[in-house]
């Protein structure tokens, strides 16, 4: 009968504990594909017009001519249009970061953009 309060009160902790890293996942989670990847730089075909590529994309944003998308962790498809503004070159820039560094790097964004913080210089 005397180990009952201890009991309690780990027990009282795992739960703590476990319910704290359900909403941590739930809050920071990021839900299904990454849009900016190779999955969907694979799909761009040479003869497409901007607005498949977007469609496929999202909005993206143009300087000097060239088309860019860029994920919220670093990797960016960039997109070379021709005369007819059909694509005519692609290529993707990848991060090069580890599962671990853009999982710590997505965490910080959105819990700076949770708690309502300007974005990190």
């Known amino acids: 009968m005397l180990n009952c309060p201890r009991l309690l009160k780990r027990r009282f902790i795992w739960l703590l504990a476990a ?31 901007i607005g498949q590529v977007e469609q496929l994309l999202g909005p993206g944003r143009c300087f000097s001519g060239d ?24 290529h993707l820039i990848h991060d090069n970061l580890t599962t671990t560094e853009r999982l710590y790097r997505q965490t910080r964004i959105n819990a700076r953009k949770a708690l309502n913080l300007p974005p990190e210089p």
């Open 67 to 90: 088309w860019f998308w860029g994920d919220i962790v670093g990797d960016t498809i960039v997109v070379s249009l021709d005369d007819k503004y059909t694509v005519m070159d692609k």
């Open 19 to 49: 319910t704290g890293l359900g909403i941590a996942l739930f809050v920071f989670h990021r839900h299904g594909e990454p849009r900016i990847g190779p999955t969907n730089f694979n799909k761009i075909q040479f003869g497409w017009t």
